[in-house]
């Protein structure tokens, strides 16, 4: 079998498989300055408007000569619902795997980040160990919530506390923006702080060791890692399976070695038995 064969094998095996491998292709057919930034959330978390708003804004700049996060090109990626039934090709996770920055949209009127949000941050983590360095929160509908704003915003911090630490701690609601614990950009957006987000998004690249490069070589690497233990599984699978087939070969070889005896010892037997007479 090909090296081609064995990996569209896997690929029909395992379909996460399959989107990594795409993604792993993908990376090195992407422009340098090429910056993928997805956004996540809840349906009617306010996502689209979101990616509209970033998209029909120009990024700000802080001097003449821009850094490498300020010259990067973004693309905007919308997603759908995380609640939404799955559709194959078109899930968050899916379009997440390829992503250099997840902005997770989140409606504050949830109050704490919900089941459906946790369970999409520990899968991501599960597979991006840097996704902390390289994740922002954004939080929408504060206007209907006005009254709970600090309540929540620690409640969601003690969600990303236990994420990313495996701990809870009280977190104080005056330590906010930049609560101990959880490390991770919580910002409270309208639509007319775009540009904050923005320059949140440009400090996410620039905190990055290596910045934008740094983080694509991360991402490169955690995928080389899914896709090698994926491979080790199949290689360990087919030897498991091949062992099985050995035995079961041996053990029929042996019943058939068994009745063989057993047939010649009563021909034997029968043959005596005439020559007696």
């Known amino acids: 079998m090909s090296t081609q064969d064995c990996l569209q094998q896997l690929c029909d095996e395992t379909p996460e498989f ?37 998209s029909l804004s120009l990024p700000t ?56 949000e946790m369970a999409f941050l520990r899968s991501l983590k599960e597979r991006f160990p840097d996704l902390r360095q390289r994740m922002i929160v954004a939080l929408t509908h504060g206007d ?3 009254y709970q704003i600090l309540e929540r915003l620690s409640a969601i911090h003690r969600n990303l506390g236990i994420l990313f630490l495996s701990s809870c701690h009280a977190i104080p609601a005056e330590s906010y923006p930049d609560p101990a614990g959880s490390r991770v950009p919580v910002l409270l957006l309208e639509l007319n702080r775009i540009q904050a987000l923005q320059q949140q998004l440009q400090l996410v690249i620039r905190s ?61 037997f029968r043959i005596n038995d005439v020559r007696q007479r």
């Open 18 to 54: 399959s989107l990594c491998y795409q993604a792993f292709l993908e990376f090195y057919t992407r422009p340098v300055d090429d910056c993928r930034i997805v956004i996540c959330g809840l349906a009617n978390a306010g996502k689209s408007a979101l990616v509209n708003a970033l």
């Open 61 to 116: 700049t802080g001097s003449d000569e821009p850094s490498a996060a300020e010259a990067m090109v973004p693309f905007y990626i919308d997603t759908p619902g995380l609640d939404i039934p799955f559709t194959p090709g078109a899930g968050a996770w899916e379009k997440a795997i390829g992503a250099d920055i997840i902005v997770l949209t989140h409606d504050l009127r949830q109050g704490a980040l919900t089941d459906p």
């Open 144 to 146: 209907k919530a006005a």
């Open 208 to 268: 990055y060791q290596g910045g934008l490069s740094g983080m694509r070589s991360a991402g490169i690497k955690a995928l080389l890692d899914r896709l090698d233990s994926w491979i080790a599984g199949a290689i360990k699978t087919r030897k498991k399976r091949i062992t099985l087939g050995e035995a079961e070969l041996n053990q029929t070889f042996s019943l058939w070695q068994r009745d063989l005896q057993r047939l010649g010892e009563t021909l034997r």
